[in-house]
T-cell receptor, first 116, second 109 residues
């Protein structure tokens, strides 16, 4: 256990469904991240929140909508997804922004998403 | 363009057979590099942070080194439990962490 918990672990959804992924950390970290991991591709940063404010939106389609209600919780709201959105979605947190290099990212176990 | 490349893509080793994984990068203003380990179905797990060229870090059978252009993860006398995908990552100014595609290591008894 890394201290970062993601739910659900697995999710199958239709293209017209709306679902949400949840991430929770009780490490006292100030930054939280959503990453997408597809087969044969590097981890792709989707969103970064620092002190509950979004600081990075890496050209992610609007069908993905993040929410950070407080420093311990991060959500990824999904709607009208496409089959190519099927992937492992990873949440991570760090004490400080990663560019500072005085901290590392702690990752959750991920949500395996399948869009049918 | 900022880029991180890892090689080989996959590596099969006999238990006890030492080897090295490579991570090369082209980024401006490198401030350091991370190594992570990822087991199947799990999120990456932090291994090392390297801050400057010439630095080395060790943990059990793993040793990470850094030059101005690349980093190596040396595995000495690996065991089957070392089997995993090893990822390197480089941070950018925008709090973006660029990952390589990883090296999938399999160690056979």
């Amino acid at each position: 256990e890394t201290g970062v918990t993601q739910t659900p672990r697995h999710l199958v959804m239709g293209m017209t469904n709306k679902k949400s992924l949840k991430c929770e950390q009780h490490l006292g970290h100030n930054a939280m991240y959503w990453y997408k991991q597809s087969a044969k591709k590097p981890l792709e940063l989707m969103f970064v929140y620092s002190l509950e404010e979004r600081v990075e939106n890496n050209s992610v389609p609007s069908r993905f909508s993040p929410e950070c209600p407080n420093s311990s919780h991060l959500f990824l709201h999904l709607h009208t997804l496409q089959p190519e959105d099927s992937a492992l979605y990873l949440c991570a947190s760090s004490q400080d922004p990663l560019w500072a290099m005085n901290t590392e990212a702690f990752f959750g176990q991920g949500t395996r998403l399948t869009v049918v | 363009e900022d880029q991180v490349t890892q090689s080989p893509e996959a590596l099969r080793l006999q238990e006890g057979e030492s080897s090295s994984l490579n991570c090369s990068y082209t980024v401006s203003g490198l401030r350091g590099l991370f190594w992570y380990r990822q087991d199947p179905g799990k999120g990456p797990e932090f291994l090392f942070t390297l801050y400057s060229a010439g630095e080395e870090k060790e943990k059990e059978r793993l040793k990470a080194t850094l030059t101005k252009k690349e980093s190596f993860l040396h595995i000495t006398a690996p065991k089957p439990e070392d089997s995993a995908t090893y990822l390197c990552a480089v941070p950018l100014d925008t709090d973006k962490l660029i990952f390589g595609t990883g090296t999938r290591l399999q160690v056979f008894p």
